[in-house]
């Protein structure tokens, strides 16, 4: 690839291990390319955790892990609305990577919204699944904990496989979508609704609500009570 990444043949199309000092010579490809599919590898947490990236140019992806911090060409490129993002679930990537001290602009594709725009009918929009169907592509599963190995993790490959085989995905599945929402005459409620209303929907997660306790405890009797009536009166 010319950026110093050692290759790993664990995932169904080519993964590079991206370096932290390759990181602004990645930039510059992305910027030269002017999209980049961008895949949050997190944990199962319900506030997700940044484990590492998964990115997709159209010649090549990689994965990024991420330790203490993510370097700081991608935090650049991440944050720099002039490269189009095409990603899957942009509301938790976006929340994984702003607990980790960057955050994602430019996003012009995620497909879990496109894929529920063109088939509302759906019960779920994985990302999984939606690649294996309309790619031909198996995304890598990472291994499930069983009870003899109840705390182990997966590892390093196996993260890599998943993320950049699931970054390729993205990539090949948003021009297919593009084309879906065209169509189908939804591309104006996809790009002026449904993606501008992800920023508002990952704020008001990060903020939480506010919530009276002590009214839904008072509720709580009340229809404990109310319950208890019908039951006397069947």
């Known amino acids: 690839l010319g950026l110093g990444l050692t290759a790993l043949p664990a995932a169904p199309v080519p993964v590079a291990l991206l370096a932290a000092a390759d990181a602004a010579a990645y930039l510059g490809r992305a910027r030269k390319a002017g999209r980049v599919a961008v895949f949050a590898d997190v944990d199962a947490e319900r506030s997700p955790r940044l484990l590492g990236l998964g990115l997709a140019l159209e010649d090549a992806c990689c994965y990024l892990a991420v330790g203490d911090s993510i370097p700081a060409p991608i935090v650049e490129l991440l944050a720099d609305p002039s490269v189009q993002k095409l990603v899957h679930d942009a509301k938790t990537a976006r929340r994984a990577l702003r607990r980790a001290g960057a955050d994602l602009h430019g996003v012009a594709m995620d497909t879990m919204i496109a894929s529920y725009l063109a088939n509302a009918s759906r019960r779920q929009h994985l990302l ?21 190995h109840k705390g182990a993790l997966p590892t390093l490959d196996e993260r890599l496989a998943r993320a950049g085989t699931a970054a390729t995905a993205t990539l090949r599945l948003a021009a297919l979508f593009r084309d879906d929402l065209e169509r189908l005459g939804l591309a104006a409620l996809f790009g002026e609704i449904e993606l501008p209303l ?19 405890a008072t509720l709580a009797n009340e229809f404990v009570g109310e319950v208890a009536r019908i039951e006397r009166e069947a």
Not at 129 to 146: C, K, M, Q, S
Request: charged fraction near 35%; avoid cysteine.
């Open 198 to 216: 992800v920023d508002v929907l990952v704020r008001m997660e990060e903020a939480g609500i506010k919530v009276d306790t002590q009214y839904l």
């Open 128 to 148: 999984d699944d939606l690649a294996t169907e309309r790619l031909g592509l198996d995304i890598p599963a990472l291994p499930v904990p069983d009870r003899k």
